[in-house]
Each structure stands twice: as C-alpha cells, then as structure tokens.
C-alpha cells in the first residue's frame, strides 16, 4: 500500500485517471450539434409565433456537476483508499531495521483488518531499502524467527496472509524468542490488540527499551469473550466480558445449533463500570438440547463462541407419572425430583408421551406391572439408546417384568422377614469398573430393606454397587444400544436413607450418563478433536495438526495449537474446550513512556472503496433519471397514479414499522416434523373449546362425592351392590358428615374412574379376565390415590381362607402390592369405631390389605388402596327404597351392625388416611372403656361396643 497521510491506497495508480477530469469536464458541458434546418412549405403558417421553451446552448452546471463527482468518485474508488491516520509515523528515528510485532491471538480477531492495516501503513516510513523483520505473540510450531530479513514488500504480503489465531497470545514467549534471535531493531511497530495478559506490561517495556517504540493498540469493542456458562432445568446464563468498562452497552447472544440454526436470541446489558454481564435464556427442553454453541452477535473471534458439550447440557429426564400423592414428602417421586432439579429438565406423564419426546433417560419407581403396549414402547425405546432407571419397591417385588437387568426374587430382603437381616446393612465401596467409582459413601446410609437378584454367572458383571455382605445394591445391563437400570431399593426412605445423602443425586447423575453411554469416570481416557474454532470462531474439521488430550487434563489445559479450542469426542461423549473459559481480559492501560501511541484516538481505519464506488453509481442512476426526465421519456403521473403511488408509499412505510408482536416474548413450540416454531406469550383471550367430551354422569361425580361399583354383566349382581353401596351412604350420611350421593355404575374402560374415591367389585362367578385397557385404568387410578374393594362374596364355607385363585386369572396384568391380613392395631380398626373385626354377611373372615412396608415400619403414607375379602359386605349393606334390609345376615342384626361399622372406617380410612394412627384419641377412648367396666357403658355379648356408645358425628372425630 502506498500512503498519502493518512490515507493508504492499494491501487495508487488509479489516481492518475483524476487528471482527465478537465476533459471529462469539457465533453460533459459541451452540446450535441444543432439539428440540420429544413425548409416545409406548412411552417409558413406558423411565423411570428415566438416559441415558449428554449434549448440551453450549454448543458446546465448542476448536470455535469453531478457527472463530474461521479467520475471522481468511480476513480477514487478503484484505487482502494484506507483512512488510516496511523499511517502517519512521527517517530523521531525512522530508518533502520524495522521490527513489526503482531499480537496474532483470539483477542484481536474483532479488530484484525485494522491491526494489518496499520502494520502495513508502517512500513511506507524510513527507507526503501532498510530491512523488516517479524515477530508474532501468539505460539505456532512453525513461527518464523525474527531475525530473518524481509523486504518491504515481502513483509506486506507477509502481513496480508496472516489470520488470527484460535487461542491467546503468549508475549513472555515471544520475548523469549526475540531475545534468542539477538535481533537488535533500530526501531519497533507493535501492532497490539491492547489487552492485557500475564506478561502484557512487562512486555511493552522490554520492547521499549530494546528500541524506539511505536505502538497502534486496537482493543476489542463490545463483548471481547464468553467466559462461562451455566445451566438449569430450563433456562441457560451465559456470562460475558468486556475490556473497555466505559459507559453502558447492549449486545446480543444467539443460541444456534450445530449447522448454524438461530433458536432463540437474548440481550446483554454491560452497566456503567462493570466489565461482566450475562445473558439469559428460557427455551424449553426439546430445543435446548439441540443447542450447540452460543456466540456474540456480531462479534468475530474464538472468544465470543461458547461451545457446549454433553457434560455441561442439563439432561432431559422422564418421570413416569404415578398419580398424584396424598403426602409428596412421602412419595418415592418427591426424592427423586428433588435429586434431579440441580442438573436436569424434569418432564412428568405417561410412558406414551414421555417416549414421544426421547428423553436423556425415563425413571419409574416401583411399579411391577407394566401394560404390555407401554412395555414394547419402552422395549424399542431403550433398544435404540434410552436408559431406563427403575427402583424396586413392594410392587416389584412381588411380581416383576422383561424389562429388569436381572431375574429377582419373588420376595424383599428386610429386618424380621422371610429373608432376614440382623442389622441394617451399610454400602461396600463402589467397585473401580462402577460409574460410581470415586464417589463418597456417608457412614451413616444404611440399607433397611431389598429385593434379591438370583444368582447368576453374569450378575457381578451386572453389579454397580453392593452392601457389605456382597449382595447387589444396583445393576444394570445393556439391552440393544440402551441400558437397563434397577436399584434394588426404593426411591423413597422407606427402605433406607441412602436418598437422604448427597451421594443418591449423584448416583442418579452418573446413571443417566453412564445409561447413555456416556463414561463418568474417564481420567485414563483420551478425547479426539472432531470440530475446532478458527481465529474468527467459524467451525472446521480438525486439521493434522490437531492432538488428542486426556481426559484429565480438560480442566486445566489451555488452548493452544496442539489443543485448539473446539469439540471433543470420547468416552464421556462430547467435550467442549473453548477459548474464553475463565478468561478475565483486561486493558492495558499503563504504557512505556518514551512509547509513541496510536489507537483508537488517532489510527483509526475505515476503507472507503465501497462508499466511493456506491457514491458514483448513485450519481449515475440520478443523472440517468434527470436526462430521461428532460427528453419526455418519463410518463406523466395522473390522478389515479398519484393516488396508486401514494397508497404504494403508506403501505410501503407500514412494512417498514416494527411490529409490536415482534417485541413480545417468546417460546418455542415444537412442531410435528421434529422443527421448531417461535410462538408468542402476549397475553391472548381465547374461547374454551366446546367439545362437549364430559358427559352428565362425570359432572354429577366430580361436583358430588359418590361411590362407584364395577359393571360386570350380572344385572342381579350388580342391582345387590347398588344396594349394598346406597345403604352404606344411608349410614355415613346419618352418623357422619360424609354425605355419599347414590353410587355409580362403572365400566373399567370407557368411564374416569378417577372421580370416585371408592370402587367396589363384586366378582361374579366365572368372570373372564378383564381387557388390558380395564387392567391400565385400574393401575392408573390406585396409582394415584384411590381405593378398590374387591369381594369374591365366597366366605359361606366356614373354616377356609379367602380363595384368591380366581383373582390371578382375572387380574392379570394388575399392578398389585404384596397383600396381608390387616395386623393387630390397624388404624382401619379404629378410623371411626373401635373394631377388631371386619364382619359382611359372613362372619370370621379375613380382609386382606396391601402391604405397605416392612415388619417394623409403614411404607409411605401406609395407607392402603386395596382391599381382598370374601365376607360379601354389600349383602349386609344392602337395602331397598325405603331403608329396609334386603338380605339376612348370619350373626343377625348385631353383625349387621358391625358390618355397617366397619364400612364406615373403611370409607373414614379412605378419606382421611393414617391420620389416627399417632394415637392421639386413646386415652379417651381407654376413659370410655373404663366408664363401661365400670357399669355406665354396658357391650354387647360379642364384647362390642354399643352403638350408641361410639357414634361419631364427623370423620374422624372424637366418638360420643
């Protein structure tokens, strides 16, 4: 380039062209020749008639004005003007040996074009002849010795070449270098990109006082770097820097993918002083995986792009819904959501729509039977990569399923059971094949309770964790290019307080990355480069010269040639090593001061080809419009036109305005093509949807409570239970403040079950097997609170105990607990009376309720939502229009009562749960038995209270 002041121009002869502007000037005022006058006859007509407009002799000065500066326009233009007052060197020494430094890192990317601009403009001063030299900051294999002689204008194409390096400078380095060449410059250019690094001072320094020294610092604008990130369950902060703390300043972060796609867009707002801020998005959970990188919005450089790797994107995580829990603190699902926020996006729901949006992993707890359309969904599912988690749990226990790592046995492992402990049993340490390897075990986490593995050739293959004694504790096992995971306790504290210690969220973490086939504990692995940064921050294939790096090294190495920032891909998945990571980019602001500084104030750059070139093609099109308009050739604009132009020009301006809508904000919805569509979150009213679904039968319930029986087909049968559920409401609504509507008829397939607390299933004799989808509605309404009576009405054969056979048959598929006989001091025997028998029409019978926990402790909120007999209660219950008994009773009206009774605890139970099983209420109740002792109070001669003596007038209330 040759200078001219402060201009540089890179095509100087072209100037010369502006010494033909005279010329140009002349044949641009000169008129073409006078037309050839001919003689017709007919003009004789018109003489004396003077005409009205004249023909200019000369061409009018503003069109060859407007000529003129284009041509000169055009001329400047094609010989390439830089404006560049640091061109203009007034160094005191301006011949010998020139040495040009070249801060040639990530940080000077932004501002590169000025940087070699000003490098070049340099070299235009002291002599044709005197040597150049070149030294670069940022570290290369191959970088050239600064000895080494070029000549001006092997330096200038020299310059021309160099791009900006993908990682920072290294100044002390390069010192070293210099000092190593024993170049001694008579006079030294640094090209800096003003900011400071570990050696930037001292640097500047050196160069000052091996010479004169010359320094053009050209500092990033804006944000220079994204320094860090950090993720939640749905949203992402992105942290950025800036070196020039002055004033306040706005930018902008895209989130784009991996082959460029924006997503979504945030501001950044810089306040006055403050050198950090962050930028914050909430996508949802679908579209946040598919972010790859976020990077300033036009801001060039490997600084300001922030590659995001799996190990830092929060995982999306399905749980699969079991009904809503009564107390969530007790519920297994509670202690997993807890565990998993900090780290990963929950969605809940049921196995189909979970499935449906492909999760990082799907988590079910305790849950035995799974509908076998679910299981070939979560088959094919973890077949193509899923990892599905599963806690054990009474359900599993008792009956399990395919999808398990390994065989079980058909009973739990606990303190005074079958299968016994004689003391809670501790975790062994994690073995070092285990993704858990490495983690801390709290002293105190004991195992109360288990499921059992069969033994098996492969199960220490399958084993994670163990207890002390050796038996697994967490297994999984491969299952197509996914995982099956099972802890052999529950989610929840029933079994243990392993889910009370840090070390549960972090098992569950690892699952999910090992589930995925991603390694946790990878320090011997090794990571090989797949995409890496350039200088300006676009993405390219690793080169040759691109090296792996260990997996340990990643928190601590920078980056650097061998190691370029970019992403990494080995056992772990993809890693990300970025250019900005920590990075704290400062100003230097104290320099030497015998330097001669040029920046910002004085050597500022800006090519003007492009507007000089723009200019004179715009002079052009106006003087085209102007000579079209003076010969005629342009129509003449009526009054419709007019009106069509001006309507155009309205419209024209409308499209121009911003739209309010485009300033709302905003999410994504993803669409069926698996693409994502930005909707608007303004505020709308929209009409419901009148659909028309509810019929008047599940108004009526969810307005009413009312009981609910199963249909089965029996028109006898099922006019008893109507009977039998009417007169149980009759005795609640008389002696408590539950107040049941009539009862419902049910069919298990089409009907919401959900809105009935209660439903009771007199099973016929010889009933088929119920439907899937029956089975299905089922688990899903004992999942989520409500209680199921089943009566097999068998009990007339006295001396025998419930025959469940026929049930197995007809139940198959239920997802049913490990059931007991209701132990001693039930709370369901003093919800409201005090019983210790649970008579129907037949007496002396058991009732058989889910077993919720072990020997010593209740599991959960230890109420149970199923109930097994055979005394056939409905019969007792049962009454006509007019409140009389329909059927007899074997002990009489005294059983009939106490059937009643124990028909109200059992709905009182349902209700209001466990609450009465703190004892609260005993001491009055053992003061009432004591007033009967002692003659006040008289019982029965089954040794039963009175009615009148325990008549309650409230759930739960104190009797009377």
Not at 501 to 513: D, H, P, V, Y
Not at 626 to 644: D, E, I, M, S, T
């Given at each position: 380039?040759?200078?001219?002041?402060?201009?540089?121009?890179?095509?100087?002869?072209?100037?010369?062209?502006?010494?033909?502007?005279?010329?140009?000037?002349?044949?641009?005022?000169?008129?073409?020749?006078?037309?050839?006058?001919?003689?017709?006859?007919?003009?004789?007509?018109?003489?004396?008639?003077?005409?009205?407009?004249?023909?200019?002799?000369?061409?009018?000065?503003?069109?060859?004005?407007?000529?003129?500066?284009?041509?000169?326009?055009?001329?400047?233009?094609?010989?390439?003007?830089?404006?560049?007052?640091?061109?203009?060197?007034?160094?005191?020494?301006?011949?010998?040996?020139?040495?040009?430094?070249?801060?040639?890192?990530?940080?000077?990317?932004?501002?590169?074009?000025?940087?070699?601009?000003?490098?070049?403009?340099?070299?235009?001063?002291?002599?044709?002849?005197?040597?150049?030299?070149?030294?670069?900051?940022?570290?290369?294999?191959?970088?050239?010795?600064?000895?080494?002689?070029?000549?001006?204008?092997?330096?200038?194409?020299r310059l021309n070449s160099l791009r900006p390096q993908a990682w920072a400078t290294d100044r002390t380095e390069a010192l070293k270098r210099l000092k190593d060449s024993g170049l001694k410059p008579d006079r030294i250019f640094w090209a800096s990109d003003g900011v400071e690094d570990e050696g930037g001072r001292a640097f500047a320094a050196a160069l000052s006082a091996m010479a004169p020294l010359s320094v053009y610092a050209a500092p990033p604008t804006g944000p220079a770097a994204i320094t860090g990130i950090s993720s939640q369950t749905d949203s992402v902060s992105v942290t950025l820097r800036r070196v020039q703390p002055r004033g306040e300043e706005r930018s902008f972060v895209s989130a784009l993918t991996l082959d460029g796609s924006a997503l979504a867009t945030s501001e950044v707002v810089f306040a006055v002083g403050e050198r950090d801020a962050t930028a914050s998005f909430s996508i949802p959970a679908a579209a946040l995986s598919r972010i790859a990188r976020f990077t300033a919005t036009g801001r060039q450089g490997a600084g300001t792009v922030w590659l995001w790797d799996s190990s830092d994107r929060s995982r999306r995580v399905g749980l699969v819904d079991a009904g809503a829990a009564a107390q969530p603190l007790l519920s297994d699902m509670h202690y997993v959501r807890k565990a998993l926020e900090p780290f990963a996006s929950i969605t809940e729901g049921t196995i189909e729509s979970l499935v449906a949006t492909s999760p990082d992993a799907i988590i079910l707890t305790d849950i035995g039977q799974i509908q076998p359309e679910d299981a070939k969904r979560l088959t094919d599912w973890v077949e193509q990569g899923g990892a599905l988690i599963r806690f054990a749990g009474p359900h599993l226990a008792s009956q399990g399923d395919d999808l398990l790592p390994v065989a079980l046995r058909r009973s739990s492992r606990a303190l005074g059971g079958a299968l016994a402990w004689d003391e809670p049993q501790a975790m062994a340490p994690f073995p070092a094949t285990s993704p858990f390897a490495g983690l801390s075990i709290p002293a105190d986490v004991r195992i109360r309770q288990q499921v059992l593995a069969k033994p098996a050739p492969d199960l220490g293959r399958?084993?994670?964790?163990?207890?002390?004694?050796?038996?697994?504790?967490?297994?999984?096992?491969?299952?197509?290019?996914?995982?099956?995971?099972?802890?052999?306790?529950?989610?929840?504290?029933?079994?243990?307080?392993?889910?009370?210690?840090?070390?549960?969220?972090?098992?569950?973490?690892?699952?999910?990355?090992?589930?995925?086939?991603?390694?946790?504990?990878?320090?011997?692995?090794?990571?090989?480069?797949?995409?890496?940064?350039?200088g300006y921050g676009r993405l390219a294939a690793a080169g040759a010269s691109a090296a792996p790096l260990k997996a340990a090294d990643f928190g601590t190495v920078k980056p650097s040639e061998a190691h370029p920032p970019g992403l990494y891909q080995g056992p772990s998945g993809t890693r990300a090593l970025n250019a900005g990571a920590g990075a704290k980019p400062?100003?230097?602001?104290?320099?030497?001061?015998?330097?001669?500084?040029?920046?910002?104030?004085?050597?500022?750059?800006?090519?003007?080809?492009?507007?000089?070139?723009?200019?004179?093609?715009?002079?052009?099109?106006?003087?085209?419009?102007?000579?079209?308009?003076?010969?005629?050739?342009?129509?003449?604009?009526?009054?419709?036109?007019?009106?069509?132009?001006?309507?155009?020009?309205?419209?024209?301006?409308?499209?121009?305005?911003?739209?309010?809508?485009?300033?709302?904000?905003?999410?994504?919805?993803?669409?069926?093509?698996?693409?994502?569509?930005?909707?608007?979150?303004?505020?709308?009213?929209?009409?419901?949807?009148?659909?028309?679904?509810?019929?008047?039968?599940?108004?009526?319930?969810?307005?009413?409570?009312?009981?609910?029986?199963?249909?089965?087909?029996?028109?006898?049968?099922?006019?008893?239970?109507?009977?039998?559920?009417?007169?149980?409401?009759?005795?609640?609504?008389?002696?408590?403040?539950?107040?049941?509507?009539?009862?419902?008829?049910?069919?298990?397939?089409?009907?919401?079950?959900?809105?009935?607390?209660?439903?009771?299933?007199?099973?016929?004799?010889?009933?088929?097997?119920?439907?899937?989808?029956?089975?299905?509605?089922?688990?899903?309404?004992?999942?989520?609170?409500?209680?199921?009576?089943?009566?097999?009405r068998a009990g007339g054969t006295v001396g025998t105990d419930t025959d469940v056979a026929p049930l197995e048959k007809l139940l198959e598929g239920l997802d049913a607990p490990p059931l007991q006989p209701v132990p001693a001091n039930h709370v369901l025997g003093r919800s409201f009376y005090l019983l210790d028998d649970f008579p129907g029409r037949f007496a002396n019978r058991r009732l058989w309720i889910e077993k919720t926990g072990g020997p010593n402790a209740p599991r959960g909120d230890g109420v149970s939502r199923l109930f097994i007999g055979d005394a056939d209660w409905i019969s007792a219950w049962a009454v006509d229009e007019r409140g009389r008994d329909l059927y007899s009773v074997d002990g009489g009206p005294q059983q009939r009562e106490m059937a009643r009774r124990f028909g109200v605890n059992l709905v009182m139970y349902v209700l209001t749960g466990n609450y009465k099983d703190d004892q609260v209420h005993l001491p009055a109740l053992l003061e009432r038995l004591g007033e009967g002792e002692n003659g006040d109070k008289g019982t029965d001669a089954g040794g039963a209270i009175a009615p009148d003596d325990l008549r309650g007038t409230a759930p739960g209330s104190e009797p009377q």
């Open positions: 380039m040759t200078a001219l002041g402060p201009f540089l121009f890179g095509a100087p002869l072209a100037l010369f062209a502006l010494l033909a502007l005279p010329i140009i000037w002349w044949v641009l005022r000169a008129t073409p020749p006078a037309p050839k006058d001919v003689e017709l006859p007919s003009l004789r007509l018109l003489e004396g008639v003077e005409p009205k407009e004249e023909t200019p002799a000369r061409t009018p000065w503003w069109v060859w004005l407007i000529r003129t500066l284009a041509a000169a326009a055009a001329i400047g233009g094609l010989s390439q003007p830089v404006y560049a007052p640091g061109a203009k060197n007034e160094a005191a020494d301006a011949g010998g040996a020139l040495l040009v430094v070249v801060d040639n890192g990530w940080p000077s990317a932004p501002r590169w074009s000025e940087l070699v601009d000003a490098a070049t403009a340099t070299l235009d001063t002291g002599g044709r002849d005197a040597p150049t030299h070149l030294l670069l900051t940022a570290p290369q294999t191959l970088n050239a010795d600064p000895a080494t002689r070029l000549s001006r204008a092997d330096m200038a194409k399958k084993t994670w964790a163990r207890l002390a004694d050796g038996s697994p504790l967490v297994t999984s096992d491969s299952r197509g290019s996914g995982t099956l995971i099972l802890f052999h306790i529950t989610a929840g504290p029933d079994w243990s307080n392993l889910p009370y210690s840090a070390t549960f969220e972090q098992m569950l973490r690892r699952s999910i990355a090992a589930g995925r086939g991603e390694a946790v504990s990878d320090a011997e692995g090794a990571y090989t480069p797949q995409l890496v940064l350039d400062n100003l230097i602001d104290t320099w030497p001061v015998s330097a001669h500084l040029l920046g910002d104030a004085e050597a500022r750059s800006l090519r003007l080809a492009g507007p000089l070139l723009s200019l004179a093609a715009i002079l052009l099109v106006l003087d085209l419009f102007v000579a079209l308009l003076v010969a005629g050739h342009l129509p003449r604009l009526g009054r419709k036109a007019k009106g069509a132009a001006a309507l155009l020009l309205i419209c024209a301006m409308a499209t121009a305005l911003p739209h309010s809508a485009e300033a709302q904000s905003y999410r994504y919805q993803q669409m069926p093509d698996g693409s994502f569509r930005r909707v608007s979150t303004a505020p709308q009213v929209e009409a419901l949807p009148r659909t028309g679904n509810a019929t008047q039968k599940e108004i009526d319930a969810a307005l009413t409570m009312r009981f609910g029986y199963v249909e089965t087909g029996n028109r006898a049968l099922d006019e008893r239970t109507r009977a039998g559920l009417s007169g149980l409401s009759s005795v609640l609504s008389l002696r408590t403040s539950v107040e049941p509507a009539e009862p419902d008829s049910l069919n298990l397939e089409t009907d919401a079950l959900e809105l009935y607390p209660l439903i009771y299933f007199s099973v016929p004799e010889g009933a088929p097997p119920l439907s899937e989808t029956a089975i299905a509605h089922l688990n899903t309404y004992l999942r989520s609170g409500g209680a199921l009576v089943i009566d097999t």
